[in-house]
């Protein structure tokens, strides 16, 4: 079964610095998409990001980008010029591809934006 | 934007109860999810419909059950209710296969059973 592991359980961040967070998976797959959920407060949980396994190039939206690394099954977000909107909680979720439908959730991130 | 609403966003019940988590989206999706989030451990999917009436167990179905009679609503049900079920159930919709990469969620139900 596939896993999806994030090691840091919190993290905090000055306004307008940059911050990674961190996101390991495994699978015996070769097809199959990795997403970075965000959600805020008492808030509705969105989509970040989205990186396709097949694709080389890292995925980026606006301050948001990440680094895949899929030899090491790695997947990290880093956010840019951070902003006190970005206080949330992060969660990295993995979907096998095709005939996928399910996601798998990391425990989350809980990052926090000082002023 | 697609719109997850839940029935309730604070459920307070007892040890035994049978208890309903309503799901409704209104951008006719074929999948549904429900999902229950506790801390260190994320999000786990209870359970997974594709279609009316289909339903597909996730990775901790047990002491649960769904129902999906029309597109827009899915049901989550606590046949008797326990204190270990105490937790945040989120429901999500998403577009069948490619086309649904993003999942769509509600605001969420925070479920205490005393």
């Known amino acids: 079964a596939q896993t999806v592991t994030q090691s840091q359980p919190e993290m905090s961040v000055q306004e307008a610095e940059t911050v990674t967070l961190s996101c390991t998976y495994d699978t015996s797959e070769s097809d199959y998409y990795l997403f970075w959920y965000k959600q805020p407060p008492s808030r509705q949980m969105i989509l970040v990001i989205r990186?396709?396994?097949?694709?080389?190039q890292n995925a980026t939206e606006n301050r948001f980008s990440v680094n895949f690394q899929k030899a090491a099954k790695s997947f990290s977000l880093k956010i840019s010029d951070s902003q006190l909107g970005d206080a949330a909680m992060y969660f990295c979720a993995y979907r096998e591809g095709e005939y996928g439908n399910k996601l798998v959730f990391g425990a989350g991130t809980i990052l926090r934006v000082k002023s | 934007d697609v719109k997850v609403t839940q029935s309730s966003r604070y459920l307070v019940k007892r040890t035994g109860e049978k208890v309903f988590l309503e799901c409704v989206q209104d951008?006719?999706?074929?999948?549904m999810f429900w999902y229950r989030q506790d801390p260190g451990l994320g999000l786990r999917l209870i359970y997974f419909?594709?279609?009316?009436?289909?339903?597909e167990k996730g990775d901790i179905p047990e002491g649960y059950s769904v129902s999906r009679e029309k597109k827009e609503r899915f049901s989550l049900i606590l046949e008797s209710a326990s204190t270990n079920q105490t937790s945040m159930y989120l429901c999500?919709?998403?577009?069948?296969?490619?086309?649904?990469?993003?999942?769509?969620f509600g605001p969420g139900t925070r479920l205490t059973v005393l």
């Open positions: 999500a919709s998403s577009l069948g296969g490619l086309a649904g990469l993003r999942q769509f």
């Open positions: 990186q396709e396994a097949y694709k080389q």
């Open positions: 419909s594709y279609d009316v009436k289909m339903k």
């Open positions: 951008m006719d999706h074929e999948n």
